[in-house]
């Protein structure tokens, strides 16, 4: 039988890592902003004095820790690179992610002891390609999103002994596996994204004007749906684990180093429970059980959802003409860092503006209730009917959760109803 494939999540700061692990992690990936694709603009960051604790805390609870290295270099950054992977070869995490050859040969001559896994961003899309790359020496190729599930089993069936990986869930771009450029042409070359600052340009509404009436803007239309050509809806894969996992794909990959913690929580918490799930039920999986993932899934930030490439070109129900914004159904209203006093309550900071009178779903890593809120404590000893943004009060937990996992609480508030089919 295939081994039981990873789930790999996003850890695009250190908190986010935290509730990456706390929420069924068998890896996370993460690395310094000038090394990495992903560039975090605020909150406290990965940094070399830093990194090994987190490298550390991830193998200690039992979870690989693979560290991106994969930016498109030039001469300074690939000067900047050797003193970080000379800093890596001491740290020993479970594999270095990169896709430059640059960064390649330099990794092989002052990290040699490091795995390499192929990034996405190689644009690797056939057993030839892999099999160039394993014959260097890497172990593991991610593949580019756009390999239909067909072929990934044919380079399984042609090169055995190479872990594949694919992504399973989140963004998809307009350019082979990311490696575009609008960004840099429509923002001033001040959001590369090719070294971590991708603008998302993508996903912006377009008008045209014609030159000699300047005045006049005209909306691009596309079979009168509007004028987001270039908005893919989201991948979302959940349906479609057991068909990966024959083909020969050891790890399945979350994309979203840039968003929430109740994004990484979710999703982590809904694909730990589906890989298990399939483990143990294989094909008797109900098709109720995997539209009540989906149904969680669009609780997180999405724009709709599409199977991608996995089953050959998308058609146009794969891209989402209307707009750009995150269609989630819910919203994060409130977390939690465990503090519990001597009355059972819970201390929880709001996220977003909450009514007590609003239904509310709560989240751990032990399980999903939904609940209502019955009374809130600030932290004067005052009852308030609201909790605003950044407020600390003390609640009732649910009774079902142990106290290690009220640590990692998640509070949503459900804003409509939406059964995915």
């Not at 789930?7 to 990456?20: F, S, V």
């Not at 896994?117 to 999103?145: K, P």
């Not at 908005?231 to 349906?239: A, F, I, P, T």
């Not at 909790?387 to 509070?411: G, K, Y």
Request: proline share 5%; net charge negative.
């Amino acid at each position: 039988m295939p081994h039981k494939p990873e789930l790999l999540l996003p850890a695009g700061d250190p908190e986010k890592l935290q509730y990456a692990v706390a929420y069924g992690a068998d890896a996370v990936y993460f690395g310094l902003p000038m090394a990495s694709l992903r560039t975090p603009t605020k909150g406290v960051q990965f940094t070399p004095e830093n990194l090994g604790t987190w490298i550390e805390y991830c193998q200690a609870r039992g979870v690989k820790a693979y560290i991106t290295t994969n930016i498109f270099a030039g001469n300074r950054d690939i000067d900047r690179m050797i003193p970080h992977l000379e800093q890596l070869s001491d740290l020993c995490p479970d594999a270095l992610i990169l896709s430059d050859p640059g960064i390649f040969r330099v990794a092989r001559n002052h990290a040699p002891n490091i795995p390499i896994h192929l990034s996405t961003q190689a644009n690797t899309l056939n057993y030839s390609a892999c099999a160039f790359w394993q014959d260097l020496g890497v172990e593991r190729v991610i593949l580019a999103r756009e390999v239909p599930v067909r072929e990934m089993a044919e380079i399984h069936e042609q090169l055995p002994d190479l872990e594949l990986e694919c992504f399973i869930h989140g963004s998809l771009c307009v350019a082979y596996s990311g490696r575009c450029v609008i960004s840099d042409y429509l923002t001033d070359n001040t959001k590369n994204s090719n070294k971590g600052m991708c603008g998302n340009s993508c996903r912006w509404e377009f008008q045209v004007m014609e030159k000699s009436r300047p005045d006049e803007v005209y909306t691009l239309k596309e079979d009168e749906k509007g004028a987001y050509l270039l908005n893919s809806k989201d991948l979302c894969l959940v349906r479609f684990l057991p068909q990966l996992k024959e083909a020969g794909i050891v790890s399945f990959k979350v994309e979203g180093r840039t968003k929430g913690i109740h994004y990484v929580a979710t999703v982590g918490r809904v694909y730990r429970e589906a890989i298990d799930t399939y483990e143990t039920q294989g094909d008797t999986v109900s098709i109720e059980k995997m539209a009540h993932w989906e149904s969680e899934l669009m609780d997180t930030a999405n724009r709709g959802f599409t199977d991608g490439f996995l089953h050959g070109k998308p058609n146009g129900k794969a891209y989402q003409y209307q707009q750009s914004q995150s269609q989630a159904q819910a919203v994060f209203v409130a977390s939690s860092q465990g503090t519990l006093n001597a009355e059972g309550l819970l201390k929880i900071q709001g996220r977003n503006k909450v009514s007590l009178s609003d239904p509310l779903v709560w989240m751990t890593p032990e399980g999903v209730v939904d609940i209502q809120i019955s009374k809130a404590l600030d932290e004067n000893g005052f009852e308030t009917d609201v909790i605003q943004p950044n407020q600390w009060v003390w609640v009732q937990p649910p009774p079902q959760f142990s106290a290690d996992a009220l640590q990692w609480s998640l509070i949503r508030r459900k804003e409509r109803s939406l059964v995915v089919a």
